[in-house]
């Protein structure tokens, strides 16, 4: 019984797969196969449709799988690597999903439910992926093509959420479709056998596939270089960012390019673009019983107030120091790396709805406003963000809404999903996207000594950012924001490129290149975890805490203790479940009891 609790099998019943579409999403009715069924091609394809389904960590209507709710094992991470990274406050009030507070402020304890959410989402994955190899290596006739195709995107995914669970927990068991006891210790390093699987799946994963969803060579290659990078092999992670860079495409065959405007990257109509290297899918209005498919684990995350026009919630509003970062110099168009604070940028804390308010007027990177909520600007179509009136405690969360997911005005009906008591979007999650790989790639050039090349690819970045077609417009008519948008710029934006040779020195470099990702990147979930593998966790945490505590109540008290935030603690469920004997076979994280 322990076994079976620690981790669930779900057999997942007949899918109906076509090129380019997302029936693919939807959640079955749980249930054993018969094995005459699953040892065929056919079943070999539908417990791989289940390894997929499995990576928004959702069971169906709002719930994670494991029982906790949707947003405990939200595949991006917004509470474990956005909130806790220092991009967004918690947001809401005081005491609203209190266990987000213990983990924002760095003093997480193990008995916290959200990680053992966490933990079985990615587990559950991981038995998916089993299942699927197993299988597949016991169907009779099957061509070498296809079952090399099926374990290979099988092995992708496992990796994935392999990777996952490492960068959260660090110290984690290592289940394979071989492993008779599943009652494993958590006391060996388990990249390799990550990175084991991402080279198999490069190496043996077509061009493209026929469906937009599925992993393909090169998004197993862009993967495979992340796990490179996090384990500061460089040399390696070149030679694979070289390959992707150079020849990569998407599943269904568009060359990896960066989108024209920034915002297409948070768009439902321009999902799957030529920049997603590999996103879950997201589809809104295909469940009844609540937006499962349609990135329901940032259901939380909407303005909320006295005229917000979503039903829920305010959460995960971006810090004040998130928001600094923007600010660029005006002579150059670029950002203040050492001292953004120090030209932090008008906010409209303290003041009341009705009262006069002028956004600030220096210059700006356009890519603020398209990833940060503030009063009066545009806030897609929905109208001119008003402040105050959007936010459920400006004291505690700050003033500021998220943007990334949410979706618009014109389409809410379409790619809003209010089946629910919180809304969902039909906004794919990129887990990886090509300005990431730029970006990463520029770090490992860096770490070896190429900077120009690394100022190339950052330069890229920004030159996209500069385009001025990508930039927030003022409405034509303000009262009536889905009228469309003038040429006029929503604010004062300016966003330079660095000049030849500005990357000097190593220090230099990945400090740039730190900072483009933290602002590029910024509310993707990948904060924390950057931090983290650079080894400046503790020195840029703490002072965001004492930053954003002279404004805001939420991470008063906050402190990040080196050697132990690192990671969050080993979910105490997990390690008594573990016990034999009385013995508990998994070891908890350093620091934690």
């Given at each position: 019984m322990k076994a079976k609790k620690?981790?669930?099998?779900?057999?997942?019943?007949?899918?109906?797969?076509?090129?380019?579409?997302?029936?693919?999403?939807?959640?079955s009715i749980n249930g054993a196969l018969e094995p005459k069924f699953l040892q065929t091609e056919a079943g070999a394809n539908e417990l791989l449709v289940g390894a997929y389904a499995a990576l928004d960590g959702q069971q169906g209507g709002d719930a994670a799988f494991g029982g906790g709710s949707s947003w405990e094992a939200s595949p991006d991470n917004w509470i474990y690597g956005g909130v806790a990274g220092g991009d967004a406050s918690k947001g809401s009030i005081a005491g609203d999903q209190q266990p987000i507070e213990p983990i924002m402020k760095y003093n997480p304890d193990a008995s916290n439910g959200f990680f053992d959410s966490k933990w079985r989402a990615d587990y559950e994955g991981v038995s998916r992926t089993n299942n699927t190899i197993a299988i597949t290596n016991k169907v009779p006739g099957i061509t070498a093509a296809a079952k090399t195709n099926i374990i290979a995107q099988a092995r992708f995914l496992r990796a994935h959420y392999y990777f996952d669970l490492k960068k959260m927990f660090n110290n984690v068991p290592y289940i394979d479709e071989t492993t008779t006891d599943i009652n494993q210790p958590n006391t060996t390093d388990i990249w390799p056998k990550i990175e084991a699987d991402f080279l198999y799946a490069y190496n043996n994963l077509p061009n493209t596939q026929g469906n937009v969803g599925r992993a393909n060579k090169w998004a197993a290659g862009a993967y495979l270089a992340k796990t490179y990078l996090y384990e500061h092999k460089y040399t390696e992670a070149k030679s694979v960012f070289d390959a992707v860079i150079a020849q990569g495409v998407t599943a269904l065959g568009l060359k990896y390019d960066l989108n024209e405007k920034f915002n297409d990257n948070f768009r439902t109509a321009?999902?799957?673009?030529?920049?997603?290297?590999?996103?879950?899918?997201?589809?809104?209005?295909?469940?009844?019983?609540?937006?499962?498919?349609?990135?329901?684990?940032?259901?939380?995350?909407?303005?909320?107030?006295?005229?917000?026009?979503?039903?829920?919630?305010?959460?995960?509003?971006?810090?004040?120091?998130?928001?600094?970062?923007?600010?660029?110099?005006?002579?150059?168009?670029?950002?203040?790396l050492d001292d953004y604070n120090s030209h932090a940028l008008k906010t409209d804390m303290g003041v009341a709805a009705g009262a006069n308010f002028a956004p600030d007027?220096?210059?700006?990177?356009?890519?603020?406003?398209?990833?940060?909520?503030?009063?009066?600007?545009?806030?897609?179509?929905?109208?001119?963000?008003p402040g105050v009136d959007w936010i459920r405690d400006q004291q505690y969360g700050g003033p500021y809404s998220p943007i990334k997911n949410v979706y618009g005005q014109a389409e809410q009906s379409t790619n809003g999903d209010n089946t629910s008591w919180a809304p969902g979007s039909g906004i794919n999650v990129n887990l990886i996207r090509y300005a990431d790989v730029l970006?990463?790639?520029?770090?490992?050039?860096?770490?070896?000594?190429?900077f120009d090349k690394a100022e190339s690819y950052v330069n890229m970045v920004r030159s996209r950012a500069a385009n001025t077609s990508g930039w927030v417009h003022k409405y034509k008519n303000d009262d009536n924001p889905t009228a469309g948008f003038t040429n006029t710029p929503a604010a004062n934006y300016k966003v330079g490129t660095y000049p030849a040779g500005a990357f000097?020195?190593?220090?230099?470099?990945l400090k740039a290149i730190y900072f483009e990702r933290k602002i590029?990147?910024?509310?993707?979930?990948?904060?924390?975890?950057?931090?983290?593998?650079?080894?400046?966790?503790?020195?840029?945490?703490?002072?965001?805490?004492?930053?954003?505590?002279?404004?805001?109540?939420?991470?008063?008290?906050?402190?990040?203790?080196?050697?132990?935030?690192?990671?969050?603690?080993?979910?105490?469920?997990?390690?008594?479940?573990?016990?034999?004997?009385?013995?508990?076979?998994l070891k908890q994280n350093p620091g934690y009891h």
């Open positions: 620690y981790f669930s099998i779900m057999l997942l019943s007949v899918f109906a797969l076509g090129a380019c579409k997302k029936t693919f999403l939807d959640k321009t999902n799957n673009s030529a920049e997603s290297v590999f996103a879950v899918q997201a589809a809104a209005n295909t469940d009844p019983n609540g937006p499962s498919n349609a990135n329901d684990g940032d259901m939380l995350n909407f303005p909320y107030g006295n005229s917000s026009p979503f039903s829920c919630c305010g959460f995960y509003q971006p810090s004040i120091e998130l928001a600094n970062h923007y600010r660029t110099n005006p002579a150059t168009g670029l950002p203040y007027a220096g210059t700006i990177d356009p890519r603020l406003d398209w990833t940060v909520g503030r009063r009066g600007i545009p806030y897609l179509d929905w109208g001119l963000h970006l990463m790639a520029a770090e490992a050039e860096a770490q070896l000594g190429n000097a020195s190593k220090d230099f470099a590029e990147l910024a509310m993707e979930g990948h904060r924390f975890f950057d931090l983290v593998r650079w080894g400046i966790a503790d020195t840029e945490l703490n002072a965001y805490v004492t930053y954003q505590s002279a404004f805001t109540n939420d991470v008063k008290g906050g402190k990040f203790l080196k050697g132990k935030n690192e990671y969050y603690p080993i979910p105490l469920t997990e390690i008594d479940l573990s016990s034999k004997g009385g013995t508990p076979v």
